[in-house]
């Protein structure tokens, strides 16, 4: 019997979570003809048609799916036998991890910090990304762990294969400048307003906060960087609705409103199960949930 090809199950796998040859391709920095080569070998191997013509693109068949799911269980035993060997024996490890902006700022370096002390051999990667994206590419097996949130009945799609463990929760507050007389949402209803841009899961629960409270947003700015955020609403060209944690090192004067309900934010890691069962993935949530637990990553109410 012909051994299949875990590199070519890999690539299977690949393209029914991205779609496409040519983005498994650049996902990889392989050439579209390797990839395509490569997959054409694997169906010779496997003995069955895997793809099938679609438009000017290809799709998974269904016996291309079945083989799918069947690399991704084989690359989850193998990641639990790598994970059960590190804590037979453990030495020097890599955790890669995709993190939201606010958490890299205001939680990493003391977890960092805590793990340089901790465990001295283990070696953490960092990419700040969108969850979306950090969740996608971590189903995709290109993190070990991602961080991301989840704003009150506001929740992200379940992807199979995925846990979801709690860091704990982030106060969401309105923001403005330190000279506003306003104390509830209600009173920004003619102010311009700066939120991250359409289709981000924060924007439309901000909106639906607004909303909730009579007011329909006047959102003149649009920013993924909450930095541009920061500097808008302290120099009182805008207001906007922000978790707490996007403070940690930021000095400057500001009000911080509470919202109706006092809503929390809820952060939390994303591992597979067999990244999840390595103690330095372990380690590295601890570590991030003791950050979030100090008081450093709560600033005091600012007026």
Same mark, same amino acid.
């Given at each position: 019997?012909?051994?299949? #090809?875990?590199?070519?199950?890999?690539?299977?796998?690949?393209?029914?979570?991205?779609?496409? +040859?040519?983005? +498994?391709?650049?996902?990889?920095?392989?050439?579209?003809?390797?990839?395509?080569?490569?997959?054409?070998?694997?169906?010779?191997?496997?003995?069955?048609?895997?793809?099938?013509? #679609?438009?000017?693109?290809?799709?998974?068949?269904?016996?291309?799916?079945?083989?799918?799911?069947?690399?991704?269980?084989?690359?989850?035993?193998?990641?639990?036998?790598?994970?059960?060997?590190?804590?037979?024996?453990?030495?020097?490890?890599? +955790?890669?991890?995709?993190?939201?902006?606010?958490?890299?700022?205001?939680?990493?370096?003391?977890?960092?910090?805590?793990?340089?002390?901790?465990?001295?051999?283990?070696?953490?990667?960092v990419a700040v990304v969108p969850p979306e994206v950090g969740l996608f590419e971590l189903e995709a097996r290109h993190f070990d762990l991602t961080i991301a949130e989840e704003y009150p009945g506001s929740t992200r799609r379940l992807r199979p294969g995925? #846990?979801?463990v709690s860091l704990g929760t982030d106060p969401v507050r309105l923001c403005a400048d330190a000279a506003t007389t306003a104390t509830r949402l209600e009173d920004m209803a003619d102010q311009p307003w700066v939120m991250e841009p359409p289709g981000a899961?924060?924007?439309?629960?901000?909106?639906?906060?607004?909303?909730?409270?009579?007011?329909?947003?006047?959102?003149?700015?649009?920013?993924? #960087?909450?930095?541009?955020?920061?500097?808008?609403?302290?120099?009182?060209?805008?207001?906007?609705?922000?978790?707490?944690?996007?403070?940690?090192?930021?000095?400057?004067?500001?009000?911080?409103?509470?919202?109706?309900?006092?809503?929390?934010?809820?952060?939390?890691?994303?591992?597979?199960?067999?990244?999840?069962?390595?103690?330095? +993935?372990?380690?590295?949530?601890?570590?991030?949930?003791?950050?979030?637990?100090?008081?450093?990553?709560?600033?005091?109410?600012?007026?």
């Open positions: 019997m012909t051994m299949w #090809d875990s590199g070519r199950l890999r690539l299977l796998r690949e393209l029914q979570l991205r779609g496409t +040859v040519t983005a +498994v391709a650049q996902t990889l920095n392989f050439s579209v003809s390797t990839v395509s080569h490569q997959l054409a070998r694997l169906e010779r191997e496997v003995g069955e048609k895997l793809l099938e013509p #679609d438009g000017r693109r290809v799709r998974l068949t269904a016996q291309g799916r079945v083989i799918a799911e069947h690399a991704a269980r084989m690359m989850d035993a193998e990641e639990a036998a790598r994970g059960a060997l590190e804590a037979l024996e453990p030495g020097p490890e890599t +955790v890669r991890v995709a993190s939201l902006e606010t958490a890299a700022r205001a939680l990493l370096p003391r977890a960092l910090d805590a793990l340089a002390v901790s465990r001295p051999q283990l070696r953490v990667e995925l #846990d979801r899961i924060v924007r439309d629960w901000g909106i639906q906060q607004c909303r909730a409270a009579g007011i329909e947003p006047d959102v003149r700015y649009e920013a993924t #960087d909450l930095t541009v955020h920061i500097r808008l609403i302290a120099a009182g060209h805008a207001v906007g609705i922000l978790p707490d944690l996007v403070w940690a090192g930021y000095s400057a004067e500001l009000a911080l409103i509470d919202l109706p309900g006092n809503p929390h934010r809820e952060l939390f890691t994303s591992a597979r199960p067999g990244s999840r069962e390595r103690p330095a +993935v372990q380690a590295v949530h601890d570590a991030l949930a003791r950050a979030l637990r100090s008081p450093a990553a709560h600033p005091a109410s600012r007026r």
